[in-house]
């Protein structure tokens, strides 16, 4: 049974706008964080093989699929994805904390504080009433706190203790 969307024409445009978004955003953050970031953490073993999954799905769907423009929505959409999950990294940077794929710049920061877990530094910030918490394996505590401190007075953060 065919969806409503799919009955009006209307699936295969939206998965392309939907792929264009994806990877507008994909680049947008590719370039902000080439131009913001510090303190980059490690991105997961398994990040590179998922996207290699999801482009081999792409294309395996256009063969099965067959070349309608559905399928190639569905592929392009995929395939955005992929190089989205390829490219965006978590970290700290001068403009914002880069967290799962979300841009939290540091002007909507209203406090922050560093502590030191198994010799790495963790940032707690909070953004919206919400804290969140990324960790920074590899970069040098001090060395850490002394950059956040340099954000919090550009930025007017609170720090806390």
Known sequence: MDSIAAQRGFLAPALIVVGLILLGYTLYMLLEQRRSMVYEIPRGKWAYAVAVVLVVLAVFNLVISGAGLAAVGTAFVLFCFASFIATVRNGVGRTAV???GVRHPWNRVSSVRVKKENGAPVLFY????????????????????R???????????????
């Open 98 to 100: 880069y967290l799962d």
């Open 126 to 145: 909070t953004s919206k009433s919400l804290e969140r918490t990324i960790r920074v394996p590899g970069a040098d505590y001090k060395e850490f706190v």
């Open 147 to 161: 950059f956040i401190n340099e954000v919090s007075q550009a930025y007017g953060i609170t720090v806390r203790k």
